[in-house]
């Protein structure tokens, strides 16, 4: 057996040992040691493989299956630039906490300079958006080699999934290989090349921490940002304390719940009357939150497991674990957020009733996919308008961490793939014109149970809703943030092969996302940019009214 084919096969074993279960591979000569055994793997029933054109695609994939499982999920580029197209999807990974395992193959370290081909310094180039970076050594034939990979991989796993730091994120192990590059008959390993009969060869276990204390008194609210869980609804309900939940904060259900937050903060006295915010997550998605967290007269403690924790304001008085209710609010203080977000439903679906807008689409979309079904949505409107829908799915998926459109429809490919039932995507233009490439699956690669909802508006529609888009701004918005591109989306899906149907009306929308989800399609609805800016301010001047 030859190093590299020895190396990428202890690897790929180790790998599996440490809780992998899937695996995406974008092809290549340099790396076809670690795709090889990876194959092998598929073939054994070890772990689930993916093959993707395009390394960018495979990224996001691997992306949305560990939203998908919860479980790393390494990816495997060959050198060069196929290793750079990784970037998007570690930075993505990095600000969500994800555990990507980026396995880049590379020339060995010799050839680096010499202007040997494909060659490039891959060393630590993802720089500090990495957890781990570690370059493998060129294998060779001696003893020893074993118990370094396996144990390498062990310790790549264990910071990737934050067992130790509890600050999850992504890994780069690079890994140079020498020819042959492919099995080869030769002599046997001077050593054995199993692992442990107990499982990884090095068991990491988890460092514990201890909840904080929290009493009532100040008049207080629960945000729960993208990655929240549980945990925020839990203390909300524990404290009788409103809960602002973003759709992929996975604590959006139960009665603390306040579904229309956002426009109440600009719109109800209560919000002025707010003395303390208990932050879980990462909240990114309003302004209005933005704003509460920088009030000078507004207590702050941000909830984080890990070193790192979401404050930029600097307003945050205590960065603590976890919280620990001691007793609950006994004042009408959740009752009249309750009261408020009561009164403001009819408002709001009065304003949505007539024709489709981005909120009323992602309304129906949230209803299709229910309460406790799986549903990827895009960074810029479609989260937004999501997060004013009375029903969002708990499993409502979002790449927060940067809040990019890159990789979206890959990032839905993979969730739907690690899901067990059916997926539902809601995704701007803009955003699936960005990752069409992720409609590109090979004839022997599994396929998803997903349909995905363009809401079409030929453009940038959230830069309508910004300041760029004052009636004042108006002499070069449509060029440079509007950006209309005329983009045929049935013609795009035909070139895929991607069975594709327009709805124009809220019915037709509702017909189409009440047919069976098997295999992939897209529907397209289409609204008007220009009518973004008006029903933002018609739905908080409905509020105030209230």
Known sequence: ??????????????LIRNGVREAVVSPGS????????????????????????????????????????????????TSGTAVANLHPAVL?????????????????????????????????VFGSAVRLFHEMGTPVREVGQVAYWRSQVARAVANATGTRSADPGPVQLNC?????????????????LDGRSTGPWTAVHAAAGKPSAVSPGPKTVVVAGDGASQAARLVAEAGQWPLFAEPSSRARTGPAVISAYRLLLQASSLAEQIERVLVFGHP????????????????????????????????????????????????????????????????????LTDGLSGPRIAQLVGEAAG???????????????LDLAPIVPIRTIANRGLAGIDGTISTA????????????????????????NGLIIGPEEARPDLRIVVVNDNGGGIFSTLEQGHPDQATYFERVFGTPHNVDLAALCAATGTPYQLAE???????????????????????????HRPLGEALVAALKQQ
Do not use: C
């Not at 194959?39 to 299956?65: K, N, P, Q, Y």
């Not at 920088?294 to 924790?309: L, Q």
């Open 371 to 385: 309460a406790d079904g799986m549903l990827v949505v895009a960074s810029s409107n479609p989260i937004r308008d």
């Open 30 to 77: 340099r790396s076809a040691p670690l795709a090889l055994a990876l194959a092998e793997a598929d073939r054994s029933g070890r772990l689930r493989l993916h093959v993707r054109i395009d390394e960018r695609t495979a990224g996001f994939l691997a992306i949305g299956l560990i939203r998908g499982t919860g479980l790393p999920v390494p990816v495997v580029t």
């Open 505 to 531: 009306t809220a019915d037709a929308l509702r017909a189409a996302l009440a047919s069976t989800v098997a295999g992939m399609d897209v529907v397209e609805a289409r609204v008007s940019r220009d009518d």
């Open 92 to 124: 993505e990974a990095s600000h969500s906490g994800l555990p990507l395992i980026v396995l880049s193959a590379d020339r060995p370290p010799a050839l680096r300079g010499t202007g040997a081909n494909q060659t490039t310094d891959q060393l630590k």
């Open 176 to 192: 140079p290989l020498t020819e042959p590059l492919v099995p080869t008959d030769g002599p046997e390993w001077p050593e054995p």
């Open 284 to 351: 990114t998605l309003s302004r209005p939150i933005s704003k509460l967290l920088a009030r000078p007269d507004v207590e702050v403690t941000v909830v984080s497991p890990t070193g790192s924790w979401p404050d930029p304001a600097r307003r945050a008085a205590s960065v603590v674990t976890g919280l620990e209710v001691l007793a609950p609010d006994t004042t009408n203080w959740l009752d009249s957020w309750q009261q408020a977000d009561q009164l403001a439903r009819p408002a709001i679906d009065k304003l």
């Open 413 to 436: 490919v993979g969730a739907a793939l690690a899901n067990a039932g059916p997926t539902y995507a809601l995704v701007g233009d803009l955003a699936f014109l960005h990752d069409s």
């Open 1 to 14: 057996m030859n190093p590299s084919t020895a190396f990428a096969a202890v690897l790929v074993d180790e």
